[in-house]
Nanobody, 123 residues
Framework: QVQPVESGGGLVQTGDSLRLSCSAS????????LGWFRQAPGKEREFVAS????????NYADSVKGRFTISRDNAKNTVYLQMNSLKPEDTAVYYC????????????????WGQGTQVTVSS
């Protein structure tokens, strides 16, 4: 069973950058689509970005498009989320997830979830 493990969260100021990482504990991410989701206090979890196994496809929520970049290093079994120009509304717990499909943007199609890492952006 694949167990994603996130790292890299923290407290930053508006306009700062942060890079989240997610590695697989147990098996590998081989063949899995990987995604980042986030949940702000009092809100439902929402899609942020996803990337296909082949790296050929990626997608972003409109709210982060142009500021966030998802990438993966299959040799290192790791997926990244580079977050630039952070805003207070980006404050949330960020979750890494793996889907048995080759590509997906739908939360319900993600099978394995990490514990989450907190990102707080102060104004």
């Amino acid at each position: 069973q694949v167990q994603p493990v996130e790292s890299g969260g923290g407290l930053v100021q508006t306009g700062d950058s942060l890079r989240l990482s997610c590695s697989a504990s147990g098996l590998s991410f081989s063949g899995y689509a990987l995604g980042w989701f986030r949940q702000a206090p009092g809100k439902e979890r929402e899609f942020v970005a996803s990337i296909s196994w082949t790296v050929a496809r990626s997608n972003y929520a409109d709210s982060v498009k142009g500021r966030f970049t998802i990438s993966r290093d299959n040799a290192k079994n790791t997926v990244y989320l580079q977050m630039n120009s952070l805003k207070p509304e980006d404050t949330a717990v960020y979750y890494c997830a793996a889907s048995g499909r080759s590509y997906s943007t739908l939360e319900r199609e993600y099978d394995y979830w990490g514990q989450g890492t907190q990102v707080t952006v102060s104004s």
